[in-house]
């Protein structure tokens, strides 16, 4: 049986803060990327010497680096609990490549419908809009939907082309009854996409879902991979997304001949280091045992909201802590700006969370029940090219690695600056960003330290 805290690569580095001292990091951003499990970094580090190019090379070590792609493509299927041939697995680079693959595939015309939600990630909300039209189940105050909801905007004419819904919100961990849409969406003859990117390192998949999409960075395994299941028959007709080496069998100057799924969607040189890493993250999650990972993560999500909460001055988005969802909090200070709050853990407290829409703007708005004129005030500014105002809020979200202790320490720093404590050092925002950054000259936060136009909030 695991014993938690899991332990993950990287854990116990010391960061600098600006007062000069080095802390202990606390990453509070699982939901955005996860470290490496050992294993994951240990079957890299052993796979390295043996790997070579795979499906098009005789050599030894192609062989069993081709054995090691192929092994990882039938531990997805596993993951997703497919179990029969008539499913397939396509090694993408993460859950939006997935799921514009599969918006491709799907061979949608300008009058096709797919439903989804205003939840959603903007992978599993843009790249529908390329190819159809969306039409979309609503959310409450507390953003969550519920069955009949789904089943009313299901029921609309004309007959939606596919369902396609997220796992788990990114932004506040609620978890639709996905068991529940999943039967009423199939009994209505329309197909369903779940993106499984926040929900696959916490819970089982689930097995009935038409099509899965999911990312390793998210579960514990960083290096560049994804994936996407479906039936294998979506695949076998017509051109894939992607044209280039390995998806063919012959090439003549106005003619080609396209070979077998799933290798007809993977076109050029593989990721076989990220799909084995991803592999051997799903075989050890596995291991751990559900159970016990929804166990340490109810405990966590519960003393971050409630912690939270209960601070004066915090404002909690999503559902009341009565309804399950992941270790994921997502919150606003009344008298704060929330990338001073981002900017300040890290400065002040070594502490790693993200702040922004956390690509979910639709979603943010509702939570956040800005009005017609605050939603023009602050496009308008982002036209201009200046940030400062986009709209947003700070997320802590645990991990395996993750502590109550730890917990602990950011629930007191964030107390400590609801309360109206000062910062030791003044913090400046940037225009072209949105991103505070302190004013001072201490390794790590000097001028120089700092990258430039990359915005921790964009997106």
Known sequence: MARFPVRLVGDGLAVPCVDGQERPYISLDGAASTPALPAVAERVAEFLPWYGSIHRASGYKSRVATTAYEDARDDALTFAGKTDASDLAVICRNTTDAINHLAYRLRLSPDDVVVTTVVEHHANFLPWSRYARRRFVECGPEGTFSVEQVCAVLDERPKPRLLAITGASNVTGWLPPLDLLLDEAHQRGIPVLVDA????????????????????????????????????????????????????????????????????????????????????AMRELTAIGWPAIRAHEEELGLQLR?????????????????????????????????????????????????????????????????????????????????????????????????????????????????????????????????DYWPELDVPGWAAADRILGASCGRG
């Open 197 to 280: 990117a926040q929900l696959a390192p916490h819970v089982p998949l689930p097995a009935e879902a038409d099509f899965l999409a999911w990312s390793g960075h998210k579960m514990y395994a960083p290096f560049g991979a994804g994936v996407l299941v479906g039936p294998r028959d979506v695949f076998c007709e017509g051109e894939p997304l992607l044209f280039g080496g390995g998806a063919v069998d012959l090439v003549d100057l106005d003619e080609v001949a396209w070979t077998d799924p799933p290798e007809r969607e993977e076109a050029g040189s593989p990721n076989v280091v990220g799909a084995v890493a991803m592999a051997t």
């Open 306 to 434: 409630a912690g939270l909460a209960a601070i004066p001055g915090v404002r909690v988005l999503g559902p009341s802590l009565e309804t399950p969802t992941l270790a994921v909090a997502s919150f606003l200070l009344d008298e704060v700006p929330h990338p001073l709050v981002a900017a300040r853990l890290a400065a002040e407290y070594g502490i790693g969370v993200r702040h922004g829409c956390f690509c979910a703007h639709p979603y943010l708005i509702r939570l956040l029940g800005l009005s017609s004129d605050e939603q023009a005030t602050y496009r308008q500014s982002v036209r201009r090219g200046d940030r400062r105002l986009i709209p947003g809020a700070v997320r802590a979200s645990a991990m395996l690695s993750t502590t109550p202790e730890e917990v602990q320490v950011f629930l007191g720093a964030v107390a400590d600056i609801a309360s109206g404590r000062p910062s030791p050092v003044p913090f400046a925002q940037d225009e072209l960003t949105g």
